[in-house]
């Protein structure tokens, strides 16, 4: 499954940026998607998930009631709106993909890299005056 990723850029604190995730609407089964972020010097983290069948998102702390990722299950696309960015924000940001063959299995929130077997070209974000 190859996943597009998309959206990144050069933006000030306190600002908004709109990543997207899409996968090949031909992608047979159910897709969980889940976004990544790489700051230099760091481990890659995981920061939010999503079945692209049903469910909620969900969200690490760090960006928990700034980041809101939804989903547009006709395009197979995840969008991560990220709001009040902020300077430590800035990182590499990778999509992941996991795909299911029940939709009831997409609903568990899987947190690691192992878990996922798709992802996304990277797209940077820098958060800076």
């Known amino acids: 499954v190859q996943l597009q990723a998309s959206g990144g850029g050069l933006v000030q604190p306190g600002g908004s940026l709109r990543l997207s995730c899409t996968a090949p609407?031909?992608?047979?089964?159910?897709?969980?998607i889940a976004w990544f972020r790489q700051a230099p010097g760091n481990e890659r983290e995981w920061i939010s998930y999503?079945?692209?069948?049903?469910?909620?998102?969900s969200y690490s702390d760090s960006v928990k009631g700034r980041f809101t990722l939804s989903r547009d299950n006709h395009e197979n696309t995840a969008y991560l709106q990220m709001n009040s960015l902020k300077p430590e924000d800035s990182a590499v940001y990778y999509c992941?993909?996991?795909?299911?063959?029940?939709?009831?299995?997409?609903?568990?929130?899987?947190?690691?890299?192992?878990?996922?077997?798709?992802w996304g070209r990277g797209t940077l974000v820098t958060v800076s005056s």
């Open positions: 992941a993909g996991r795909q299911y063959w029940r939709v009831i299995d997409s609903l568990v929130v899987p947190t690691s890299l192992e878990e996922y077997g798709y």
């Open positions: 609407r031909d992608t047979k089964g159910t897709l969980g």
């Open positions: 999503i079945s692209l069948v049903s469910g909620d998102p």
